[in-house]
């Protein structure tokens, strides 16, 4: 679903057996081209393995139904279906057969599998062009008919396939998916014997290690994969697998909270060429939002540029590549594409939504209020919308309509941890520090695990500016229970400090003493406050803090 | 899964201000973030019987014994997901007499007339149904009873727990909508509504649903799952690959917090762990309840579909829950890649004393086997378990064990059915959906191979959702009763009517012990072995089963129970002598009747 690429650079090019396969017809655009270029060179088709009889090949055309598709996608597809159907034999079966399988690749790039495979099927029987066998492989995988797809593939490497390393690479995965571990890790190593650079065999080899049961080969390899690819951060799952199995629970929590969406495969043209294929917006909204979820922001621009050159009138589409172009930096392109998105669609709530975050972080608080309030006013309820409003405000030092609008918030939806933090945090920078307990209180009772309440309220009674407000009992009460669900340096450098003025100096300093032997502390403090740290933990076991 | 494309366009993520970065409450101290750093083999006897040999028995009984139901998706035309998410049924005796009722939960019209609003159930025709077992003399049978049981509900339906809340030995029913849920009380044979007394009535996408006694208090929590924001005012509308409108999948709303409920015992629930459920909320679509780690304690399985699933954990003394899916080997598969969850079922597959996990998924990618250790960990074994290339065909929703070859091992049923259009002819319903359902013969090695060899109604290209097992006839083995989406009901009567076996129905004062586990301990060449069950309503899909658990001589490898363990999560094991057991009859056993002097105290416990 979400992979990187991890080739390095071998170009498709240089592997003689592609470029062989591949020279015929590469896209759909070129199916009546190169009918028509086959009659005007009148070029002699190679030898037909298994040669098809005359009209046969039409005859077993799918015709899958194209109501419904947009106009420019089923036009491209009656074109192409039109050009194989008046192609005729008169070119020679092999070229025919040839445009059948190039209209199979653009059935295959709108998700139509199985006229895909069905023309597939056609062009690998009645060409000597393997990749026709390659796709075919590919569909039938898709439906999860993996030892079809492997007859497929192993019959490419009898034929010469196994110069390339991507066709190893499908006949392992495949394996996988069979049980066939052993086979699996056969087909990987001799892939990675052929392609030394490709990363996702050394992961393969790793899940085929896992699946045995050989943990700490898996480890190994696993980590080798990383380290080749550390954006592969879909691999620290088993990886902290293997770890956990290893009882290293350490170094598995570790890698699980590494984890994330992108996984490794290797690349492939031929699959590549089916991207390139595909007009019309939505095809390219849905590869854009795939990579948006993968965190492939530049990638995800590219789609959703696409997208809107094929629905420039279409406010989503703009919205979409604002989304991303505000991922990879391009403020202002993002706004720009958002306000395009509103002129198109003035209801667009999302669209406001975003320029009102957009400004505000630009500074322009009051365009920023404009648009959060027009999406307010189009959904009244869209509390994160209310929200965004108030930092708004707060940030234009309007603190009291922050507070005003947090406060609707979670008058709305108790549960919203975010806004009783707003709101406190207004009445706090407007000196209502009172009033700023009294919400963090209520606050808490809503919810009693917040920690960031919990947190606020703490500091609040701990060192609050007016000394009415001090409650130091009430403090070593929230840092314990802070300490107790974080055990965090911080929490305990706070929950000590409490204390200590509480008059609990031994159990003070029996907290910095732990905080002292933490691991990795000489990367967080100077060697200053190490030192300090150190004397305050000998004050406070001496008494000496507490005294004075 | 992959996503339709959706035409709503990716709101900016907020980019909160941060206050704090610079407020009263800065801490003072840097680097906040830096923390203190703190089985014996039960491996299977020799006791294949040659699965493959043997013939699945599971026979569609005509007419679904006198169930004449037929669910109404009330499609609009508008291709909306509620349409295809439903529905689930239970299998419960509601009448005290013994044998199963079946309850089915009812769609009907989705939208007000207006088409921007759902029907309010007070305005809808269509209710839930419930048919009374009254079979005799051998042959089953089933009588509507939905106008004498009171107040059923009439939500649009999806699932439906079932679960003894009151403790008043009656089973009590709680029924998930898109909309409000209801919890019905059994009065006797017949409900009451007590929904608004004891609280329950949440409004979200209410999916599967499990009674579970989290806390130990002796009184039946309630766990529900739910979906995603589905707003009828504002539709999102998806597409497929090829730019057809299509329907949309679960990542195109946003996932809606489940719910759990906490049993006050006086009737009433109260709304509990809100915090962590928000912090984590996914698209539920299965939810099973256990204690998969062995410490007393049941923990929640919460399949999600298209994200990772969720294991909940209850921390010491109740103050909150955990969850710990990602770790436990529970949230994604073995690659790293959340599944579109649906059903879920627990058992131990492979013998090894050990619950498992098994789950189903939509096409495109494998029903997937986790197996379990025992103290709460999995590994995710599907390449090896035989069950994956063939789920990659179908949509899986409801799933469930049972024996169905005779043969004595656990095999797998997996009813399917798709839930987008037909790619090829952009047709919904029975004809772009319909998918035949699977049943996945055990080997006795803890693999498994699909078999074609069933009854011709599974081979049905059907759009079929909740499935339910229970013994229907009292015989001893699991009949099968499954609903389909805007569709029958269908009835498959098991005719492995085994001539030895032992069921128990388990109880802890006076209601069904759910979360208990079985054990039938028999004789093995050179000691004993022990066959484990648990005694469960929850898991497949939106349904309710037969928590009674029998066991037949197969599968104790032809022998007789010598004795029977039960462990209730926070109770000592008790070990009682096989002569308690009665061959060819449920023997109820309650629990807390069984007093001290009963206990015959477990010398050599099996490893948990």
């Not at chain 2, 006791?47 to 139901?69: H, K, M, Y």
Request: aromatic share 6%; net charge negative; proline share 5%.
């Amino acid at each position: 679903m979400h992979e990187v690429r991890a080739g390095h650079g071998r170009p498709w090019s240089r592997v003689p057996l592609w470029a062989m396969l591949v020279a015929t017809v590469a896209t759909v655009a070129t199916v009546a081209t190169s009918a028509a270029a086959a009659t005007s060179t009148g070029q002699s088709p190679p030898t037909t393995p298994s040669a098809s009889q005359p009209g046969s090949l039409v005859d077993g055309l799918p015709r899958p139904s194209l109501e419904g598709l947009e106009p420019e996608i089923r036009g491209q597809i009656e074109d192409a279906r039109a050009a194989v159907e008046q192609l005729g034999e008169q070119h020679g079966p092999q070229n025919h057969a040839r445009a059948i399988g190039t209209l199979g690749q653009l059935y295959h790039a709108y998700g139509l599998v199985e006229a895909a495979m069905r023309c597939y099927q056609i062009a690998a029987a009645a060409t000597v062009d393997l990749q026709w066998s390659y796709y075919l492989a590919h569909t039938l995988r898709e439906q999860g008919d993996f030892a079809a797809s492997n007859e497929h593939l192993a019959e490419m490497l009898r034929r010469g396939g196994d110069t390339v390393p991507e066709v190893l690479f499908y006949l392992g995965a495949n394996l996988l998916e069979l049980g066939r571990v052993d086979e699996a890790e056969q087909s990987f190593q001799k892939g990675l014997e052929l392609a030394p650079e490709e990363v996702a065999f050394v992961a393969g080899l790793g899940e085929v290690a896992l699946a045995r049961g050989e943990h700490q080969l898996a480890v190994e390899r696993l980590e080798r994969a990383l380290a080749a690819v550390p954006a592969a951060d879909r691999l620290y799952y088993p990886l902290g697998q293997a770890y956990r199995a290893l009882g290293d629970l350490e170094k598995a929590r570790l890698a699980l909270s590494q984890f994330g969406a992108v996984g490794i495969k290797p690349r492939d043209p031929l699959l590549a060429d089916l991207d390139a294929l595909r007009v019309g917006s939505t095809p390219h909204t849905l590869s854009g939002r795939i990579a948006f979820a993968a965190g492939r922001f530049a990638e995800a621009a590219e789609a959703f540029q696409r997208a809107v050159d094929a629905r420039p009138e279409d406010p989503g589409a703009h919205v979409n590549l604002a989304t991303a172009l505000d991922r990879l930096g391009r403020r202002d392109e993002a706004i720009e594409h958002n306000r395009r998105a509103v002129e198109l669609a003035p209801e667009a709530r999302t669209a406001h939504y975003n320029l009102g975050v957009l400004l505000r972080l630009q500074g322009e608080h009051a365009g920023s209020v404009r648009h959060l309030g027009e999406a307010l006013r189009l959904e009244p309820e869209d509390h994160p919308a209310r929200l965004e409003l108030a930092a708004t405000y707060r940030a234009a030092g309007d603190l009291a309509a922050a507070a005003g609008q947090a406060h609707q918030v979670r008058e709305a939806d108790p549960l919203n941890e975010e806004a009783w933090w707003q709101e406190a945090s207004a009445l706090v920078d407007i000196g209502q520090l009172s009033a700023a307990q009294r919400v963090l209180e209520d606050g808490l009772q809503a919810l009693p695990r917040s920690l960031r309440l919990m947190r606020g309220l703490a500091r609040l009674y701990a060192s609050s500016p007016h000394a009415d407000q001090r409650d130091p009992e009430r403090a070593v009460e929230l840092y314990s229970r802070l300490w107790e669900a974080e055990p965090s340096v911080a929490n305990a450098l706070s929950f000590a400090r409490a204390l200590e003025r509480v008059g609990r100096c031994p159990e003070s300093a029996d907290l910095v003493g732990k905080v002292l032997a933490t691991k990795g502390l000489e990367e967080v403090y100077t060697a200053e406050q190490l030192a300090a740290l150190r004397r305050l933990e000998e004050d406070l076991a001496s008494g000496a803090a507490c005294v004075d | 899964m992959t996503e339709p494309a959706q035409s709503s366009p990716i709101a900016i993520e907020a980019k909160r201000s941060s206050p704090a970065a610079t407020s009263l409450w800065d801490l003072a101290v840097a680097g906040a973030a830096l923390a203190l750093l703190a089985a014996p083999a039960w491996g299977r006897a020799a006791v294949s019987q040659a699965a493959a040999e043997e013939q699945p028995t599971l026979r569609e009984v005509p007419g679904a014994a006198g169930i004449d139901f037929v669910h109404d998706a009330g499609a609009t035309g508008q291709l909306l997901l509620p349409e295809i998410t439903g529905s689930g049924l239970a299998l419960l005796d509601v009448d005290g007499d013994d044998d199963l009722d079946v309850y089915l939960v009812q769609g009907g019209q989705l939208l007000d007339e207006g088409g921007a609003a759902l029907l309010p159930a007070e305005r809808r025709t269509a209710s839930d149904r419930l048919y009374r077992n009254d079979s005799r003399g051998g042959e089953l049978r089933f009588v509507d009873v939905t106008e004498t049981a009171g107040p059923l509900s009439r939500g649009y339906g999806m699932g439906v727990a079932s679960g003894d809340f009151d403790n008043d030995g009656r089973v009590d029913l709680y029924v998930t909508n898109l909309g409000p849920n209801r919890l019905l009380r059994n009065v006797g044979g017949r409900f009451e509504d007590v929904t608004e007394a004891a609280g329950v009535g949440d409004d979200g996408w209410g999916v599967s649903a499990a009674f579970v006694d989290l806390d130990r208090d002796g009184w039946l929590d309630l766990y529900v799952g739910n979906y995603g924001e589905w707003s009828a005012s504002e539709p999102v509308r998806c597409y497929a690959k090829s730019s057809r409108l299509d329907y949309c999948g679960p990542l195109a709303y946003q996932p809606e917090p489940d719910v759990f409920y906490r049993n006050r015992g006086d009737g009433s629930f109260e709304s509990r762990y809100q915090t962590e459920l928000r912090s984590a909320p996914g698209a539920a679509l299965g939810v099973v309840a256990s204690d998969l780690d062995g410490d007393g304690f049941q923990e929640i399985l919460v399949a999600n579909d298209g994200t990772a699933n969720h294991l909940w954990k209850l921390l010491r003394g109740g103050t909150g829950l955990e969850e710990i899916g990602l770790f436990a080997g529970v949230a994604v598969n073995r690659s790293g890649r959340p599944e579109a969850s649906m059903g879920i079922d627990l058992a131990d597959y492979d013998g090894d004393g050990h619950e498992d996990v098994f789950l189903t998924h939509l096409d495109g990618e494998t029903n997937t086997m986790l197996r379990g250790d025992g103290g709460g960990s999995f590994s995710d074994t599907t390449p090896t378990s035989g069950i994956g290339p063939d789920g990659y065909r179908w949509t899986g929703f409801g799933t469930g064990s049972l024996d169905a070859d005779g043969d004595g091992d656990l095999d797998l049923l997996v009813v399917n059915g798709a839930v987008r259009l037909d790619p090829s002819t952009g047709k919904g319903g029975v004809e772009g959906m319909g998918q035949p359902n699977r049943l996945y013969l055990a080997r006795g090695d803890g693999t498994f191979e699909p078999t074609d060899a069933v009854d011709p109604v599974l081979s049905l290209r059907e759009v079929s959702r909740g499935l339910a097992l229970g013994d229907l006839d009292g015989d001893g083995d699991l009949d099968v009763v499954y609903s389909n989406n805007d569709g029958p009901v269908r009835l498959l009567r098991s005719s492995v009517d085994p001539e030895l076996w032992w069921g128990v129905d388990l109880r802890i004062a006076g209601r069904p012990a759910l979360g208990a586990r079985l054990g039938f301990v028999h004789a093995v060449p050179g000691g004993e072995r022990v066959v484990w069950r648990r005694a469960h309503s929850d898991g497949s899909y939106a349904s309710a089963g037969d928590p009674r658990v029998a066991v037949s001589a197969a599968m104790l490898a032809g022998s007789v129970p010598r004795a029977l363990l039960l462990r209730l999560p926070g109770a000592a094991e008790r070990r009682l002598e096989g002569a308690r057991l009665t061959a060819g009859a449920y023997v109820r056993i309650d629990f807390e009747g069984l007093g001290t002097n009963a206990d015959v105290p477990v010398a050599d416990a099996p490893p948990r």
